[in-house]
């Protein structure tokens, strides 16, 4: 069930696109449920990796998601087909106008009453936000006692959405940003280790200089956005995701060198009774 609070108009129909308050969006594509895992869709994600981190570790946090939810950043929604069925409302929101948004808002400035949600998504958002403090703040007044913060934020990662990026977070700035707002941190985890940086580098190295050659030759597509060639850039990667999650599932806690170098951290953190 979704909540309507505030039309959006004129949502971006392009992969990224300014909007009437500036802030561009990079469209991802719906996620891929596969044996109750969101992964993102190789149509529209070239680096397939980094998002099997979030999307396994999503699954392993599942039985937080209840109640009303809020996906507070929630872009064009990719994993609303996951965890829309476990919850009892969705109610969706981004800076950015997009269709299917239940309200225009900031992370740091939510339009809703205090404790209206038991559950708060936030992937890969507070980076956006110049006041990451204040986006915990208002997650925490909107949240009700005993709803859960679920959120995902870079650490070792490219700039993105510029110049709407604003900062990183270690495992330890993460935790220190929820507990300041108010919150129990039940669980820090990263995204990956320095094998899961050095394999998304090396996409993203591999996918400009293919685009680099396509300037070069004049194409009128950028070379990595071709069928067959972006086919041979994602195979690796959706074979290496189904050998490692089925050999070991998902990683859990801080674990060999990703204490020091990794893509990103997540936690949930709990608002007390």
């Excluded at 044996?35 to 099997?52: C, E």
């Excluded at 949600?117 to 909107?142: M, P, Y």
């Excluded at 490692?244 to 998902?250: D, F, P």
Aim: charged share 20%; net charge positive.
């Amino acid at each position: 069930m979704t909540e309507t609070t505030n039309a959006t108009t004129d949502a971006p129909t392009q992969p990224a696109e300014a909007t009437a308050n500036g802030r561009v969006r990079h469209r991802q594509g719906k996620a891929r449920i596969r044996d109750g895992v969101p992964y993102s869709d190789p149509t529209s994600t070239l680096s397939l990796l980094p998002g099997a981190a979030i999307g396994e570790w999503l699954a392993d946090v599942g039985d937080v998601f209840t109640g009303r939810l809020l996906d507070a950043g929630a872009g064009n929604q990719p994993y609303r087909d996951w965890y829309e069925p476990k919850v009892d409302q969705v109610v969706a929101v981004d800076a950015a106008p997009i269709e299917g948004l239940s309200a225009l808002a900031f992370a740091n400035r939510l339009p809703f009453r205090d404790a209206s949600f038991d559950t708060v998504l936030s992937t890969q958002v507070w980076e956006h936000v110049d006041d990451a403090g204040a986006a915990a703040r208002e997650t925490f007044r909107v949240l009700r006692p005993g709803g859960h913060l679920i959120v995902t934020v870079p650490f070792f990662y490219p700039t993105h959405e510029a110049p709407y990026d604003y900062a990183r977070f270690t495992r330890y700035g993460l935790a220190a940003v929820l507990r300041n707002a108010g919150f129990e941190v039940e669980r820090v985890d990263a995204q990956g280790g320095p094998l899961l940086l050095g394999s998304h580098m090396g996409v993203l190295a591999l996918s400009q200089a293919l685009n680099a050659l396509g300037r070069l030759l004049r194409l009128k597509r950028p070379l990595s956005l071709l069928p067959g060639l972006r086919h041979l850039l994602c195979l690796p990667q959706q074979l290496a995701i189904a050998v490692r999650y089925r050999l070991r599932g998902t990683r859990r806690g801080i674990r060999f060198g990703s204490g020091l170098v990794s893509l990103g951290y997540f936690a949930v953190a709990r608002k007390p009774d």
